[in-house]
T-cell receptor
Framework: DTGVSQNPRHKITKRGQNVTFRCDPI?????LYWYRQTLGQGPEFLTYFQNEAQLEKSRLLSDRFSAERPKGSFSTLEIQRTEQGDSAMYLC???????????FGSGTRLTVV | KNEVEQSPQNLTAQEGEFITINCSYSVGISALHWLQQHPGGGIVSLFMLSSGKKKHGRLIATINIQEKHSSLHITASHPRDSAVYIC????????FGQGTILTVHP
């Protein structure tokens, strides 16, 4: 297992376009988390899944954002009608229950122009 | 008010100095992660603590459950330790502290 994998590493998109990011967690981890980090700030929680169930969503996750984990393995995060304020690093992490083995992916850096 | 408070926000040290970063957290957090992030780099989990003390090389992390307080210590600091250190409380999701920017000068 190569850890938590995120694709793409970088994405540049025009304002108004839709983008989708993918996260492949460590295979035996049943929890998967999405965070967003802007330059000079700490990560902010967006949402997390236990298996395929989305257990919590932040108020930061507006209706333009949607996340899925259909089979309890990989997850996708989609942003519709991107805005310049969406430019950030989007981080995925996975863990066993209760936070054991918490591992971050390298992130997807989104730039909206 | 953030559920996880970290101090100091910035820390500058000379190579070889002993460094301490502090973290206080609120009710509802059952354990803490200490994380390290280099500029432009990914986040690496250093420790996960729910009680006591853990040591890995020159890094030591302690947690006091009663006082809801944790510390990260770096012994014999080195310029390659320069990074942002973040404590994050575990209560389902992670709740992050503000981070401590550590700069170690040779």
């Amino acid at each position: 297992d190569t850890g938590v994998s995120q694709n793409p590493r970088h994405k540049i998109t025009k304002r108004g376009q839709n983008v989708t990011f993918r996260c492949d967690p460590i295979s035996e981890h049943n929890r998967l988390y999405w965070y967003r980090q802007t330059l000079g700030q700490g990560p902010e929680f967006l949402t997390y899944f236990q298996n395929e169930a989305q257990l919590e969503k932040s108020r930061l996750l507006s209706d333009r954002f949607s996340a899925e984990r259909p089979k309890g393995s990989f997850s996708t995060l989609e942003i519709q009608r991107t805005e310049q304020g969406d430019s950030a690093m989007y981080l995925c992490a996975s863990s066993l229950e209760a936070g054991e083995g918490y591992t971050f992916g390298s992130g997807t850096r989104l730039t909206v122009v | 008010k953030n559920e996880v408070e970290q101090s100091p926000q910035n820390l500058t040290a000379q190579e070889g100095e002993f460094i301490t970063i502090n973290c206080s957290y609120s009710v509802g957090i059952s354990a803490l992660h200490w994380l390290q992030q280099h500029p432009g780099g990914g986040i690496v989990s250093l420790f996960m603590l729910s009680s006591g003390k853990k040591k890995h090389g020159r890094l030591i992390a302690t947690i006091n459950i009663q006082e809801k307080h944790s510390s990260l210590h770096i012994t014999a600091s080195h310029p390659r330790d320069s990074a942002v250190y973040i404590c994050a409380g575990i209560g389902g999701k992670l709740t992050f502290g503000q981070g401590t920017i550590l700069t170690v000068h040779p």
